[in-house]
């Protein structure tokens, strides 16, 4: 029962929770930037390069025999996958420059200027004491 009780533990611990979460919501947020890649990024983008559906891009390796499939080397649903993950990576790159970014502007916030040191006060009178003695009186 020792395995159960500590997996069961581990299972419930903070972080596992939040890391679930975050899978979840980063599963649902690939799908809307997937559906935002292949129905509004692609159809233009192929119509720029010539009307190219990159998902129907392929080299066809072994032509349809009979009852037998074309052995196809489909690289443009390679294309496809790859621009869906550097978009992907691109926004959450942004996602997170931004929380940094914010977080910066708290912390510069929250600093306040650092109280002088006693020995400051001190040196900053002598320094006024020597700059007053190397000054000629109109006395001489």
């Not at 392929?58 to 349809?64: G, W």
């Not at 496809?80 to 550097?86: G, R, S």
């Not at 900053?124 to 004491?129: A, K, N, P, V, Y």
Request: proline fraction near 5%; charged fraction near 20%.
């Amino acid at each position: 029962m020792k395995i159960v009780d500590e997996f069961t533990e581990f299972a419930m611990k903070g972080n596992v929770v939040d890391m679930a979460v975050g899978i979840i919501i980063g599963a649902s947020f690939g799908r809307i930037v997937s559906s935002v890649v292949a129905d509004l990024i692609m159809p233009p983008l192929g119509l720029l390069i010539g009307g190219v559906n990159f998902t129907d891009l392929k080299i066809v390796l072994k032509a349809a025999a009979g009852t037998h499939p074309a052995v196809t080397w489909n690289y443009g649903n390679f294309l496809q996958v790859t621009f869906d993950f550097l978009i992907v990576a691109f926004s959450v790159f942004m996602v997170i420059k931004a929380i940094n970014t914010a977080k910066k502007k708290e912390k510069v916030t929250l600093i306040e200027s650092p109280s002088p040191s006693k020995e400051e006060p001190l040196l900053t009178e002598i320094r006024d004491l020597f700059e007053k003695t190397d000054q000629p009186d109109g006395d001489s």
